[in-house]
């Protein structure tokens, strides 16, 4: 069973800087693409980034967010820079595999955890 662990977030101010952190058993971290997508109030949920041999990002986070992994800890990281109003959404984790430049074929996600970003 693929379980993703979701810890970090909370309360941002405009400019400002937050770190996500996505936990998860070494067969998993082996074994998938891992990556981060978001779902702003009454929008659909939207793929962020990913991290298999390559990283990719969607454009509105490029040069903004970075994508890590720590293969010791098993553990997947979100750093968040020069945070925007419009980045406010749950951010969830999640393990796949890479399609097109973005992570597909899900199969597992994070609890999601909120990322509030103030004016």
């Known amino acids: 069973q693929v379980q993703l662990v979701e810890s970090g977030g909370g309360l941002a101010q405009a400019g400002g800087s937050l770190r996500l952190s996505c936990a998860a058993s070494r067969r998993t971290f082996s074994t998938y693409a891992m990556g981060w997508f978001r779902q702003a109030p009454g929008k659909e949920r939207e793929f962020v980034t990913a991290s298999g041999y390559l990283t990719y990002y969607v454009d509105s986070v490029k040069g903004r967010f970075t994508i890590s992994r720590d293969n010791a800890k098993n553990t997947m990281y979100l750093e968040m820079n020069s945070l925007k109003p419009e980045d406010t959404a749950v951010y969830y984790c999640?393990?796949?595999?890479?399609?097109?430049?973005?992570?597909?074929?899900?199969?597992?996600w994070g609890q999601g955890t909120q990322v509030t970003v103030s004016s």
């Open positions: 999640a393990a796949g595999r890479i399609v097109r430049g973005k992570l597909a074929d899900i199969a597992a």
